[in-house]
């Protein structure tokens, strides 16, 4: 699930390689404080995630598989740590399905495949809330620290919002849950908050010193503050965004988690069976979580992914109450959801059979993760809630998640990389350019991370038709990536530019490259001066 084949793609467009890129350059100038990015200050995250990437990007190349090892092991401490609290919270029993069904997340999957610092932040952000909540709640003390720890980690690999979201969601459990007031009041947050800033501040104070203002606002202003606060970019997605991410990214589950919220509900509205402080804690992580980013003006999907942890435990708590046959009155809602998995299972591997079958250019073969979906939803849909109690897992539904993950490494993954030619094109570049020659790229969007990674070198973006004009007229000899279209308006207004290699292949990757009557592929093209030998 999150190591085999790590390295087969080459990276997607656009942040992957942007982090690989600016890891790559911080091995290349020795600068392990200011981020750098195409050889000028980078100030859009913190320094600590590229000092984890750097470790097996030093040992192993500046390859996919070391960019996204770091990514993959972050995945598997999140999944590990899910265990442990659930183990130490509820049961051994509740931690081992927990981490389990985390491990099948489609989110996790993709997360760990790609090389972005989301998976290590929830490690961190999560792991330093289980160590806090385990102290209070066991009476372990000494583990708060260990969380301080693990938080001020969280705020070196994303920023201040790891203390933000810390923050508010102790707050709000203080605020709901009577023993969760008396429990965490008694732990020694003053404490916390030095260890927080000790660790974290001084690379914040090293970068105020050393680039003022600009840090300051390309960093807290722009890149927290404004983002947050205002619209900044265009077509963001309605405030429910995120409920429509979690009901999408929790499938097959979806339904045992809002059965297990209809039981809580009601236990809390009756007051005839309590929750216990775990349980607000889980259900306050995931409303601090996607509350908070539900305010942000600006989303992104997987900014959400921290609450998948707690929604799993949820998901184990709701199966362990099917396996020790709770009060029909509690379970209510949870029964409820458990018929749901199938039909989610089998509408799904339908819909997948039907596309692969009609619509996608993938082999016949790829039909297993469609059977294997369907078979299993109507198999768990026909079974009887007595059977699903004897099982300690719903090993079912894992195997034909795992069957459609390797089915999309196997066959998915590669019919998308037929179609991405920047790569390729960049390493063309990084062959035949003179290191004299000037390179650069013209409206390439969201390929241009890549271009700059795999052609490892400096790259010239040009801005707008008058900027790339006064680039070509310059004497000194280039190379410039860009659309064939851009090429046949620059000869037509009379720049003397010629092709000297080029392939075909989608502006974006997505869906698309999977259909058989996909839309008219862009050509991409290098080009150089006319008078220019090559």
Known sequence: MLFWRLGA?????????????????????????????????????????????????????PTEAAARLVPAIGSLALIVITWWLGATLVSAET???????????????ALSRYAILDSVFAAFLFGGAALLSVAALKDRPRLQYLGYVSIALATLTKGPIAIVLSALVFLLAIAVSRDARQRFLGLRWFAGSVIVLAIAAPWYVY?????????????????????????MYGGQPPWWFYLQVLGTAMLPWTGLVLGRLYDDVQAVRTRRVPIDTFEVLLWVWVVAIVGFFSFSQFKLDHYIFPAAPALYLLVARSWTEIRVRTTRLAATGVR???????????????????LILYRFDVPDIALVMSAALTAVGMVVS????????????????????????????????PALERQKVVPELARWVAKHADSEERVAAYTMNRWEPALRFYAARHIDVLQGPDGARRFF??????????????????????IPLRIVHARHGLSVTSAKALWRDRPESTQYVVVTHARHAR
């Open 336 to 354: 409820i959801g458990w018929h749901t998995v199938g039909p989610c299972l089998a509408v799904a591997g339908i819909v997948i059979g039907v």
């Open 207 to 231: 970068m105020l010193r050393i680039h003022g203002d600009a840090f300051l606002n390309g960093y807290f202003l722009n890149e927290n503050l404004f983002l947050f606060s205002r619209p």
């Open 95 to 109: 931690g081992f399905v927990a981490a389990l069904l985390l491990t099948t997340n489609g989110a996790l999957f």
């Open 382 to 413: 026909l079974m009887p809630l007595r059977t699903a109690r004897a099982a300690r897992a719903p090993w079912l539904v894992v195997a034909a998640l795992g069957v459609t993950y390797a089915g999309v490494l196997v066959w998915i993954a």
């Open 9 to 61: 793609a080459s990276f997607w467009d656009p942040d992957e390689a942007h982090y690989a890129e600016t890891t790559r350059e911080l091995l290349a100038t020795g600068d392990w404080f200011t981020p750098h990015y195409n050889d000028q200050p980078f100030f859009d995250k913190p320094i600590f995630f590229h000092w984890l990437q750097a470790i097996p990007m030093a040992a192993l190349g």
């Open 473 to 494: 007229e310059l004497p000194e000899p280039f190379v410039c990536v860009m659309k064939r279209s851009d090429y046949k308006e620059f000869v037509a207004s009379g």
